[in-house]
């Protein structure tokens, strides 16, 4: 079947803008999470969303900002965008509580 | 607040040699905890978990065991090959009933040659 789908792949934006980030997960997966992978900081939480509603947020600026719709495919915003938010944005979803997240490719997102 | 520590690295082995990449951690529950591997370019993947005390994961000849009283969960692989060389995560998962998190170590990075 297939994993988890994130688009698109590689994006560059300038300092000021806002980007959109989409992830569709495991067909029957109602639950996806954000991460931010980056070289200082490793990977750090971003939120968690299941059936629509945002369950866990991460320490991160109210420019961040996510949503899932009712099929469980999830988007997420960042505006005004900094140089520091270069990063790769991975995506993961599973199908329940105790089970292990399956994880996206990513969006590698360039800010220049 | 939860953290994992795993060694240092990067880890450079040749091949078919013993592998042991250290993973300690903090959590105030009873935290589930994984190892993800992440290969170049790519996302991570979940290479084995464990849910409670004395459990041992295991996959592709890997293997961890939950180890409550050092709150410890290192990962070991009897004889490594070159495709084995990728960066490996040790995470833990904690607060199932509101929502959950995966805390991240730091990553190792594991070069295996020929």
């Known amino acids: 079947k297939a994993g988890v789908t994130q688009t698109p792949r590689y994006l560059i934006k300038t300092r000021g803008q806002q980007v959109t980030l989409s992830c569709s997960p495991i067909?029957?997966?109602?639950?996806v999470s954000w991460y931010q992978q980056t070289p200082g900081q490793g990977l750090q939480f971003l939120f968690e969303?299941?059936?629509?509603?945002?369950?866990n947020k991460g320490n991160f600026p109210g420019r961040f900002s996510g949503r899932q719709f009712s099929n469980s495919r999830s988007e997420m915003n960042v505006s005004t965008l900094e140089l520091g938010d270069s990063a790769l944005y991975l995506c993961a979803s599973r199908l329940k509580a105790g089970y292990g997240y399956t994880f996206g490719s990513g969006t590698r997102l360039t800010v220049v | 607040g939860n953290s994992v520590t795993q060694m240092e690295g990067p880890v450079t082995l040749s091949e078919e040699a013993f592998l042991t990449i250290n993973c300690t951690y903090t959590?105030?529950?009873?935290?589930?905890l994984f190892w993800y591997v992440q290969y170049p370019g790519e996302g991570l993947q979940l290479l084995l978990k464990a849910t409670k005390a004395d459990d041992k994961g295991s996959n592709k000849g890997f293997e961890a065991t939950y180890r409550k009283e050092t709150t410890s969960f290192h990962l070991e692989k009897g004889s490594v090959q070159v495709s084995d060389s990728a960066v490996y995560f040790c995470a833990l998962s904690e607060g199932e009933t509101s929502g959950s998190r995966l805390t991240f170590g730091e990553g190792t990075q594991l070069t295996v040659n020929p």
């Open positions: 959590a105030t529950g009873y935290p589930s």
């Open positions: 067909s029957g997966h109602r639950s």
């Open positions: 969303y299941f059936s629509e509603t945002q369950r």
